[in-house]
């Protein structure tokens, strides 16, 4: 196995939540990654990742390389390395962002996004915290789920 695209410097990382956690229901809530300042995520990411993941700002639409991946394997979070998406559940949405249909289950958590003025359900890395994106109710058979991820937040583990 190799990682593509981006090295991961694991170690400690996490940072903001918005909604508290209970530890019983929480695996990763005494994760080294949760206990990361700010300050230690924008010297460890560059500033896309950082803003992307650390202050959940959007790339722009087709920017991302991993539109064009076709290779099998494992898509993971660039902050901490947690699996979140397989290759065989990715497809072309025509938004210009990388797109899954279900994510690895407990890799995610959800919670209800107003910044624009109209609730959407943001999902971020269970274990980092790490803002990946958006789903939405408008995917593909069998889920009906697309979960449009930032491909600044991504890093990819070929098969």
């Known amino acids: 196995m190799t990682l593509d695209r981006r090295a991961f410097l694991l170690g400690s990382s996490v940072a903001l939540t918005t909604t ?3 530890a019983a229901t929480d695996p990763y809530a005494g994760s080294p990654w949760r206990k990361m300042t700010d300050a230690e995520w924008k010297k460890r990411l560059d500033p896309g990742a950082y803003n992307v993941l650390r202050h959940e700002a959007t790339e722009m639409a087709g920017t991302s390389p991993f539109n064009k991946e076709k290779r099998r394997g494992t898509y993971v979070c660039l902050g901490c390395a947690l699996p979140l998406f397989k ?14 249909y279900t994510a ?22 269970a274990r ?14 069998p889920t009906g789920l697309r979960y449009c991820n930032n ?4 890093g990819f583990i070929a098969a």
């Open 128 to 141: 980092c915290l790490g803002h990946q994106g958006h789903v939405f109710p408008d995917g593909p058979r």
């Open 151 to 154: 491909g600044d937040a991504l």
């Open 104 to 125: 690895i289950k407990g890799a995610v958590s959800k919670k209800t996004d107003f910044k624009i003025g109209i609730p959407r359900t943001e999902y971020h890395c």
């Open 87 to 100: 290759s065989e559940w990715k497809y072309e949405s025509g938004t210009g962002w990388p797109s899954f």
């Open 20 to 22: 508290p956690v209970l």
